[in-house]
């Protein structure tokens, strides 16, 4: 699977982004995806998960301002992000993978990421 993120890109505070994350070589549809982000000098965390029957998870400090989509005949998955903060500042990546219960899990390797710097 190869992924490929864009959009990101320098805002000020209040305003939104919309990252794009492009799939190949993935055999499963409906796509089963998730978003990370490493802010710098931070360790990697999950922002947003979404699974087969389309429900979305959000850690608490992004719920509200993202949503993660997906449209599968474009194999394309998104992250809108509104409201942005400076402590949305990080390095996005995506990932496909599936869920073990409720737990998500990567299965499909990283790509080169976006990065969202986000000014005050």
């Known amino acids: 699977v190869q992924l490929t993120e864009s959009g990101g890109g320098l805002v000020h505070a209040g305003e939104s982004l919309r990252l794009s994350c492009g799939v190949s070589g993935s055999p499963f549809t409906p796509i089963v995806a998730g978003w990370y982000r490493q802010p710098p000098g931070s360790q990697r965390e999950l922002v947003a998960t979404i699974n087969r029957g389309g429900t979305e998870k959000y850690i608490d400090s992004v719920k509200g301002r993202f949503t993660i989509s997906r449209d599968n005949a474009k194999n394309t998955v998104y992250l809108q992000m509104n409201s942005l903060k400076p402590e949305d500042t990080a390095d996005y990546y995506c990932?496909?993978?599936?869920?073990?219960?409720?737990?998500?899990?990567?299965?499909?390797?990283w790509g080169q990421g976006t990065q969202v710097t986000v000014s005050s």
């Open positions: 990932t496909t993978g599936s869920f073990i219960g409720s737990q998500y899990h990567p299965n499909s390797g």
